[in-house]
């Protein structure tokens, strides 16, 4: 990665200034505000640390949900910055529900070194998602460096991730990448340029559509892509597999059957699949062979012989990508798929594999089995991963000071 970050910093440049970070608190709330996992806001504390040791007076920006450019309560910024100061323990984090207006400047002014304060969601401002330029001078007003260690927002041109970048480095201030972001950088990159092999990709989910960019990029790259989720049956139906009432992208059969012609060996699908009546908690569970889906029923989650076959390839990997699940895993009745892929996985780590697990629901599956201290990295980005991996720009990348830049 040849963009800075906080570690080409000299201390002069941090103690007792305003460093705006960009971070990624979209996190999932229950019926009742409760935060239910909190594991981007942990992602961002190394990086915290580190400025609040060197004595930075930390701005927090963020967004959370989809207000559509006004103030919308449930959406709050409030509970992640409560659990934030649960986390650093009470090191002077506050929360200030106002973004670049007098409320917001009156809290920045009053940080002591070593202290932060989370502002409220950007996306209350109509300016954030057009990446507005007026916005993005407001938000670098508030601050005399720039981090962005928002990773999962990085593919988006916002004004919190470009535009104030852009701002402060034609100021001759430093923006640079977080701890958090050059890790994901670190992570995907070496996949996708140097993998040790055999390299092995698992891409999984609902549709080819979303990810057939990253099927395609990665196709030439692998020695082995696994295929699941209820994208088989997409490749079923190419085949010319019965596929019963499973979802199926009719428009994406020529596609698919392009990919399997394109893929020769590579490419690997489930030989047998757990299908249903529907996707239910105690709906009725039976495994079939992939040529024989009943026409009355759809495919939920891939079978114990293409767990098995699966487990195979990737404990004998060197390096391991894997974005989407097997199945439905929400459901426990359809969730063996995916967890005997995530116990692969976690299995090739032990052995030495460099493993990377995609943002998104692949990322939740493997921390709600408790299995993400085994994986080398699990990516806070589920749309920023995919966009890496196809090879596009990430604006909010591309925003940052070069390294041979003076700023």
């Not at 893929?263 to 105690?282: F, H, I, Q, S």
């Not at 005997?340 to 990377?356: S, W």
């Not at 692949?362 to 921390?367: E, Q, R």
Request: glycine letters at 12%.
């Amino acid at each position: 990665m040849n963009k800075k970050t906080i570690a080409d910093l000299r201390g002069d440049e941090l103690e007792g200034r305003r460093v705006v970070v960009r971070v990624d608190y979209n996190v999932p709330l229950d019926d009742h505000g409760k935060i239910t996992d909190d594991t981007r806001i942990r992602a961002t504390l190394p990086t915290l640390d580190a400025l609040l040791q060197q004595g930075a007076r930390v701005v927090l920006l963020a967004h959370f949900g989809r207000p559509k450019g006004k103030p919308v309560p449930e959406m709050s910024l409030r509970p992640a910055g409560e659990r934030l100061a649960e986390l650093m323990e009470g090191r002077g984090v506050h929360f200030v529900p106002d973004t670049t207006g007098r409320e917001a400047h009156g809290a920045v002014s009053m940080l002591r070194n070593g202290e932060a304060v989370l502002l409220e969601n950007t996306r209350y401002l109509p300016g954030e998602e057009k990446n507005d330029s007026a916005l993005s001078e407001e938000m670098a007003a508030l601050g005399d460096v720039y981090v962005n260690d928002a990773f999962g927002a990085a593919h988006r041109a916002h004004a919190s991730t470009a535009g104030i970048a852009r701002v402060m480095r034609a100021q001759g201030k430093p923006a640079v990448a977080g701890l958090l972001m050059a890790r994901e950088l670190e992570f995907l990159g070496g996949v996708v340029e140097t993998p040790a092999r055999p390299f092995v990709a698992i891409i999984g989910g609902a549709k080819i559509s979303g990810k057939i960019d990253v099927i395609r990029a990665l196709l030439p790259k692998v020695d082995h892509l696994v295929i699941g989720g209820a994208m088989a049956n997409t490749f079923f139906r190419a085949m010319g597999l019965a596929t019963g009432t499973s979802l199926v992208e009719e428009d994406r059969v020529e596609l698919a059957r392009e990919l399997l012609a394109e893929a020769g060996g590579k490419l690997l699908l489930p030989a047998d699949c757990v299908v249903t009546d529907r996707l239910e908690a105690g709906a009725q569970a039976a495994t079939v062979d992939r040529e024989a889906i009943p026409a009355g029923r759809m495919v939920a989650d891939v079978g114990p012989r293409t767990v098995e076959a699966y487990g195979t390839v990737v404990r004998a990997a060197r390096t391991v990508l894997w974005n989407g699940p097997m199945g439905v895993f929400e459901i426990p009745a359809f969730a063996a798929g995916t967890r005997g892929v995530a116990e692969a996985v976690a299995d090739a780590t032990d052995a030495g594999a460099t493993t990377v697990v995609g943002g998104g629901d692949s990322a939740a599956a493997v921390t709600e089995m408790g299995l993400d201290d085994r994986i080398s990295h699990v990516s806070t980005g589920g749309g920023a991963s995919l966009e890496f991996l196809e090879g596009r720009e990430l604006p909010g990348v591309a925003a940052l000071s070069d390294r041979e830049e003076g700023q």
